[in-house]
């Protein structure tokens, strides 16, 4: 006990709230025969200074003398282990409460309660960027459009909100419950505002199509568990109209499971190594692909919305020398987040490795640099892929000329 600094905390009015005590005062003795009425939490003398634990019982304090509201203990506790986590300044590091960590489970398995939209914070400007609408879903129905911006979502403010999963824990939630989403979009004078009747959204995370005779096209919007099955799907189907050569688009995808681009880049690739991680105390696992593939050119588009798995996926096809990487610098995602379920539902996220590319780059704040890089033409800068025709999508072009052999 001599070397520990020990908070008793009441259970009338639990949150964290400590009484420091020293071994052989009366307080302590008077704490230990009264402990079956309070929890305690340690904290080790030698890395905790005694003035923070002070700090901590001054502003208990003042909320519980000052505080205008009831004061729910719980919920306090609830913000303690957040920030507890947040004070990290990882922003891939955090706790995610019981109802987002469904939501999230839910999303991983292809499949969700909402409006169906795909969202991301933008690079700049205000609002919540809208990256694609779901044509299954009713936003899409409502008129929602990729490219608008979310400034709203019932009473909460979302314009300046650097926090993305707690935007989409508010645009989620229950089959037929309703939301009200106020948007702002380009050459509207007035925001729109939007009532929408929430419901299951099947996600369609890869398509494609034959823009030329012997080019096929799949579009990944996001990786997720059937991701791959629908890759193989759509890409037979496209073999068997006669495709050639492939473009591979993975712009405004922000990446998901691991999973999902392993088992897609061991379609593609004959052998070697798709990427590989290296955690903190230097151990290194290889996620390689096993023999087998396939043998045809691959242009591989990119934008600044592509996001960890994407740029995995892009990274392990070039350095294979499988595909050239066209568009513009990826985001820059190379981390790896472990995600443990606590007891009551909630859980965590915790960076524990780096991504690795092939060419042993971590991609970390530096992204993958195409080989081409396009900007898209001036009015559909920083727009939405979805959102940009075909026509006058410069990085799809270029795509077509390369697999054409103009380039």
């Known amino acids: 006990m001599k070397n520990r600094i020990v908070i008793f905390i009441v259970i009338i009015a639990v949150v964290l709230t400590a009484s420091l005590s020293v071994v052989g005062t009366l307080s302590l003795v008077t704490i230990l025969e009264n402990r079956q009425d309070r929890y305690y939490i340690t904290f080790d003398s030698s890395v905790v200074d005694a003035a923070n634990i002070d700090k901590f019982n001054e502003v208990r304090d003042l909320l519980y003398e000052k505080y205008m509201g009831e004061i729910d203990e719980n919920i306090l506790l609830e913000g303690v282990i957040a920030g507890m986590v947040g004070a990290l300044g990882d922003p891939y590091t955090m706790y995610v409460d019981a109802e987002t960590m469904a939501l999230m489970e839910a999303d991983s398995e292809g499949e969700y309660s909402g409006i169906g ?60 419950s309703d939301v009200e989403i106020e948007i702002i979009r380009e050459n509207e004078t007035k925001s729109l505002v939007f009532n929408i009747t929430r419901r299951t959204v099947n996600s369609i995370d890869v398509t494609g199509d034959m823009p030329d005779e012997k080019i096929g096209y799949i579009k990944i919007k996001s990786f997720t568990q059937d991701s791959p099955e629908e890759f193989a799907n759509v890409f037979n189907d496209l073999v068997g109209q006669g495709m050639e050569s492939l473009v591979m688009d993975v712009r405004d995808n922000p990446g998901g499971s691991l999973y999902a681009i392993i088992n897609i880049a061991d379609m593609i690739m004959e052998e070697g190594i798709i990427t590989y991680t290296v955690d903190r105390d230097g151990n290194r696992e290889d996620y390689t692909a096993a023999r087998g593939g396939v043998s045809l050119p691959i242009v591989i588009l990119v934008n600044e919305y592509s996001a960890s798995a994407s740029e995995m996926l892009a990274g392990a096809l070039r350095d294979n020398g499988l595909a050239t990487v066209v568009g513009t610098t990826t985001f820059g995602k190379g981390l790896v987040q472990g995600v443990y379920n606590l007891e009551d539902g909630s859980g965590l996220r915790i960076t524990i490795a780096k991504y690795y590319t092939p060419s042993d780059v971590c991609i970390q704040d530096i992204g993958i640099v195409p080989d081409f890089e396009i900007e898209q033409a001036g009015d559909y800068q920083g727009m939405p892929v979805s959102a940009v025709p075909r026509e006058d999508d410069l990085q799809f072009i270029k795509a077509l000329e390369i697999l054409k052999g103009n380039e």
């Not at 400034?151 to 993305?164: G, K, N, Q």
């Open 117 to 176: 939209v795909t969202i991301t914070i933008p690079n700049e400007g205000s609002g919540i960027l809208i990256l694609d609408v779901n044509e299954l879903g009713p936003a899409f129905e409502s008129g929602i459009l990729a490219g608008d911006r979310v400034i709203r979502v019932d009473e909460y403010d979302v314009a300046f909100s650097d926090d993305l999963n707690y935007v989409a824990s508010l645009v989620r939630g229950e089959a037929g």
